[in-house]
């Protein structure tokens, strides 16, 4: 056998082993509509992120009740374990309206009532009467929003504060966020706090 035979030989063998002349690989196609994540190699094509679709916006819970619109009143969950009880002291305030005086009177559950710092009584009718208007609407435990800001300064503004045995609460509410149940509260207050007829 000859020696450039043999060589020939080695060639082929060489050749078939190598899978035969190399192909130039199809660069890909990438897709217009996906972003790309860009490669410090300039001789490496960007691989393609396809936009996957999120779902809807994760709602939190806050774990409180939103308030209802202004004006509306939520009567208490629970029973005020303290219904039937006299106040102990009603602190009224009714400010604005469109003579802008202030009204203002401190009532306690004896009938002593002081009323633009003079002292007077009401009837024990009258303290029974203011006493079940709280516990019929709830005074302790209601809910509601009875204000709004930006309100005329020609409104009145009623500023409420009752303690029993103890707890006190303080509501303050403007005409025209008033609903029914603590208008009759603030009419029967009015009423009382009016000064003495001489």
Do not use: H, K, W
């Not at 633009?116 to 303290?127: C, R, S, Y």
């Not at 709004?148 to 045995?165: K, N, Q």
Request: glycine share 10%.
């Amino acid at each position: 056998m000859s020696r450039n035979r043999l060589l020939l030989i080695i060639c082929a063998v060489l050749l078939a082993a190598c899978g035969g002349t190399p192909s130039t690989p199809e660069p890909a196609t990438p897709d217009p509509n996906a972003a790309s994540v860009p490669t410090s190699d300039p001789n490496q094509i960007a691989t393609p992120i396809t936009p996957v679709a999120t779902q809807a916006p994760r709602e939190y819970a806050t774990g409180q009740p939103p308030l209802p619109e202004p004006g509306t009143l939520v009567p208490p969950a629970t029973e005020d374990p303290e219904a039937g009880r006299p106040f102990d002291i009603i602190e009224f305030q009714r400010t604005g309206g469109l003579e802008g005086g202030t009204l203002t009177a401190q009532i306690l559950g004896n009938g002593s009532i002081i009323r633009n710092d003079a002292a007077g009584t009401i009837t024990q009718e009258q303290v029974a009467q203011l006493t079940s208007i709280i516990d019929e609407i709830g005074f302790f435990g209601l809910e509601g929003t009875f204000s709004a800001p930006g309100t005329s300064a020609d409104v009145f503004t009623y500023t409420i504060t009752i303690e029993r045995a103890g707890p006190n609460r303080t509501i303050v509410a403007q005409d025209g966020y008033i609903p029914d149940a603590l208008m009759r509260l603030i009419n029967a207050l009015v009423e009382v706090s009016q000064p003495a007829a001489s």
